[in-house]
Nanobody, 124 residues
Framework: QVQLVESGGGLVQAGESLRLACVAS????????MGWYRQAPGKERELVAQ???????NYGDSVKGRFTISRDNANNTVYLQMNSLRPEDTAVYYC??????????????????WGQGTQVTVSS
């Protein structure tokens, strides 16, 4: 199987920064897209940022210009640098990966995986 493990969440004040990391491990052939979503209490899960294998990025409107996503392909890791944090950024942040997983010696399938989530709280 595949696991996504997030780290880096915490409590900060408005205007400060945090950096999240997510490491994918398991029988991974390749990773197509890695990204971050978030879910605040009473709200739907929303896209924060995505980065595909070609380096193309996609950001949610509310974080453009403040957050930056990056990848370490050699280590199957994705980062989210969050600057100028606001109270409305408070949410559980989830790592997501669309990847190819080996289920035998040579055969693989494309699947979606989620991390367990990490809490980010921004106080005013």
């Amino acid at each position: 199987q595949v696991q996504l493990v997030e780290s880096g969440g915490g409590l900060v004040q408005a205007g400060e920064s945090l950096r999240l990391a997510c490491v994918a491990s398991g029988r991974i052939r390749s990773i197509n897209v890695m990204g971050w979503y978030r879910q605040a209490p009473g709200k739907e899960r929303e896209l924060v940022a995505q980065l595909d294998s070609r380096g193309s990025t996609n950001y949610g409107d509310s974080v453009k210009g403040r957050f930056t996503i990056s990848r370490d392909n050699a280590n199957n890791t994705v980062y989210l640098q969050m600057n100028s944090l606001r109270p409305e950024d408070t949410a559980v942040y989830y790592c997501n990966a669309n990847l190819q997983r080996y289920y035998s010696t040579i055969f693989y399938r494309t699947e979606d995986y989620w991390g367990q989530g990490t809490q980010v709280t921004v106080s005013s």
